[in-house]
Structures are given as structure tokens and as C-alpha cells.
């Protein structure tokens, strides 16, 4: 199964991004993202001490925790400049009575003094962002680029 694909679309990036769960369905999405802003393969490559920052979101759907975990990567890995490589989720659950969706995690990052800009992405949009249960799960994902 592949981590991800890109979709065509007539103006943004579309993407959709596979897991066995929630959880690994995000982490990709967020790789998706990265891989559309960063060139994330050098990043890993390079040589720099790894660092993290954590993330915590929730909300009241699916859609609206990934929304929110994707959009806080979009802005602090622009905010403060981060070679930013991959997005790992520590925990994730949802509550039974009131229906609340919790995501903790770490974005992973290099401090490196080169530039590995690819694509500038202005935001995740709301309205396209779409989460599927099923043998697989899937987040269907468009930029504003």
C-alpha cells in the first residue's frame, strides 16, 4: 500500500493518504504535505541533530482534528522556518460519550543552514478535507498553493 498519492486537481495539490488506522492515515498525510513544501528526502539525509516539536489538537470529528494537525504543520514549519521531515502521532483516541477526537504528536525537524524549500503552500482547505474508514483508512486532503 502506498503511503500517499497526489490527485490531479485544476488549480491546487490534491492528495490522499493511506494507514491501517487514524493515526498512520494522519502521519502520512502530514508526509504528503511536507513532501509538497520540503524536499523531504534530503532533509532525511542531511546531517543535523533531529529535533521535535509536539502537537496536540482536538476537536469534534475526524476531519476537524486532521484539519487542525495538518494546518499547525503548515504553520510552524513556515513560522519558524523548519527543515520539518515527518509528523509521528503518539497518541490518538476519541472519546465515547461526547464524541471528541484527541491527536499528541511530534514534528520532526533538522536544523540545517540550507534551504530545502519546494512549493509554497498558503493553507490545508477545510471544506475538500475528507476522512474514510474501511479496509484501509484514507484523508483526501487539497492545498491552496
Given at each position: 500500500m502506498p503511503r500517499f498519492r497526489y490527485l490531479p486537481h485544476t488549480a491546487e495539490v490534491k492528495f490522499v493518504a493511506y494507514g491501517k488506522d487514524f493515526a498512520g492515515a494522519l502521519e502520512n498525510a502530514a508526509l504528503a504535505?511536507?513532501?509538497?513544501?520540503l524536499d523531504v528526502n534530503r532533509i532525511r539525509k542531511a546531517?543535523?541533530?533531529?529535533k521535535s516539536l509536539k502537537i496536540k489538537e482536538k476537536g469534534e470529528t475526524r476531519?476537524?482534528?486532521?484539519?487542525?494537525?495538518?494546518?499547525?504543520?503548515l504553520s510552524k514549519t513556515d513560522e519558524k522556518t523548519l527543515s520539518a521531515y515527518e509528523f509521528k502521532v503518539n497518541k490518538a483516541s476519541e472519546g465515547k460519550k461526547k464524541g471528541i477526537v484527541e491527536v499528541a504528536g511530534e514534528l520532526r525537524y533538522k536544523n540545517l543552514n540550507e534551504n530545502f524549500s519546494l512549493l509554497e503552500v498558503k493553507a490545508v482547505t477545510p471544506h475538500a478535507l475528507a476522512v474514510k474508514k474501511g479496509k484501509v483508512?484514507?484523508?483526501t486532503a487539497v492545498l491552496d498553493v
Open positions: 504535505l511536507l513532501n509538497v513544501m546531517k543535523g541533530t533531529v476531519e476537524d482534528v486532521a484539519w487542525y494537525i495538518l494546518q499547525d504543520i483508512w484514507s484523508i
